[in-house]
């Protein structure tokens, strides 16, 4: 389905938005022209010097970028080999989010629209978006799972604080899922006014194209911080965890191309892959269409969604970005489950050796350190997501059964 020209970068996506097998736009008929919209003025748009001003100079003046590409020593030394930790948890609000909600927001700006929609699963995303509407002064709704909510309180406070109006999604699991729902049914009845920034590379095309892009940043800091760090801007391994697949896609993005450097992605296992409750969408998924996009989903025999699960919401997804599923289907990638446990593990074993607390969701990518054999020469480039001040109220329960 590649078209000619855009055959010599087999990783990215078509004009129609396929990766591969996967991907497309499979919307409803109300959102067609909003989606069409998009599709058609994207690549123009952010490829413009005016919006690249204001896009980098907001990354560096606001958000915190270049993020630093961290040697953690005494992870080094455990591991044998040299392991360096790409800091995005040092961004503004706590994640690699808001380098898409940043982009997006003067993306919306720039197509007329006044009013910003999002989905939230952990809350970062919900509040990266509720930061930059405060910021750009525009109004802002945030769809959230009510368990979410619950799990993830610290964040609901940020966003009402920030002046959004925070929705609970109480159909399903009401968790991230449910919460994307609610947001497209919002776009429907809203669709000249508003712009629905969602958080990952999920959802129709151009969604997944978009937010790599605006994600890509991450690679493109990684490659010339290694150049001068260590002569080369290839390293061995880059590992990031997948929800939807943002910032592994952002940390992927230029070295997909260079088969020389292994790409390695994490999911959830939640309680194990094959315990019925897990969100490992690769692993027990089959081709299926969910939020407009056909890829690896979760889904009984006759096609209904299975809810997932995972100890971080931020992964409690049950499809994953195209991106992924095709960077899977041609082993590009390789996609490890990481179960809650190893999480944990992976958590304490970060804070007690380098003194940062991830985020749950990057504690997956950092578990994935024990699966591999790794040589003393190798270097390692770990995408720390976020940290990990929103799961504290998950690690104090831990830390009261130790
Ligand atoms: C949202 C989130 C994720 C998962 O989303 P991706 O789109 O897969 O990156 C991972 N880590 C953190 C800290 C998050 O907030």
């Known amino acids: 389905m590649q078209s000619e020209t855009l055959n010599s970068m ?64 005494n992870l080094s030394e455990r591991y044998g080999a040299r392991i360096f930790l790409k800091r995005e948890d040092l961004n503004h609000t706590g994640a690699h989010k808001i380098n898409n909600t940043v982009g997006q927001v003067l993306l919306a700006r720039r197509l007329g629209k006044k009013r910003i929609i999002a989905e939230t699963g952990a809350g970062q995303h919900g509040v990266a978006t509720a930061t930059v509407c405060a910021l750009m002064q525009m109004e802002c709704i945030v769809y959230m799972g009510s368990v979410d909510m619950e799990r993830q309180a610290p964040n609901v406070a940020r966003m009402r604080m920030l002046g959004a109006k925070v929705v609970p999604a109480l159909s399903g699991s009401r968790t991230l899922k449910d919460a994307t729902n609610e947001a497209i049914r919002d776009w429907i009845n809203n669709p000249e006014s508003t712009h629905y920034i969602i958080g990952s590379v999920v959802g129709p095309h151009p969604y997944p194209d978009l937010v ?29 965890c997948v929800g939807g697949g943002s910032n592994a896609a952002g940390a992927f993005y230029h070295f997909l191309n260079t088969p020389e450097v292994k790409l390695i992605g994490a999911e959830a296992a939640g309680e194990g892959v094959s315990s019925g409750k897990t969100a490992a969408s690769l692993v027990v ?62 958590a304490f074993e970060l804070s007690e050796t380098e003194g940062i607390i991830p985020a749950l969701e990057t504690a997956h990518a950092l578990a994935v350190l024990k699966k591999l054999q790794l040589k003393t020469t190798d270097k390692v480039v770990v995408n720390l997501s976020g ?16």
């Open 285 to 346: 998924g089959k081709k299926g269409i969910i939020h407009g996009c056909l890829t690896s989903l979760m889904q009984t025999e006759d096609g209904q969604i299975v809810e997932p699960h995972s100890i971080s919401a931020g992964l409690d997804y049950p499809g994953i970005g195209p991106l992924h599923a095709h960077l899977h289907q041609t082993h590009r990638a390789l996609y490890y489950s990481i179960t809650d446990n190893e999480a944990i593990e992976a």
């Open 10 to 73: 087999p990783f990215h996506a078509d004009a129609s938005g396929f990766y591969g097998d996967f991907g497309g736009a499979f919307i409803p008929e109300m959102l067609y022209a909003n989606v069409e919209a998009l599709r058609n003025k994207y690549l123009e748009i952010i490829g413009s010097d005016d919006f690249q001003k204001d896009y980098q100079k907001l990354l560096r003046d606001y958000v915190g970028r270049p993020t630093p590409l961290y040697e953690a020593g």
């Open 212 to 240: 790599a892009r605006l994600q890509a940043v991450i690679s493109e800091e990684i490659k010339s911080q290694l150049l001068s760090e260590t002569g080369n801007s290839n390293p061995d391994y880059v590992i990031a």
């Open 387 to 402: 940290r990990g001040d929103k799961d504290l109220s998950t690690y104090m329960k831990i830390l009261e059964s130790r």
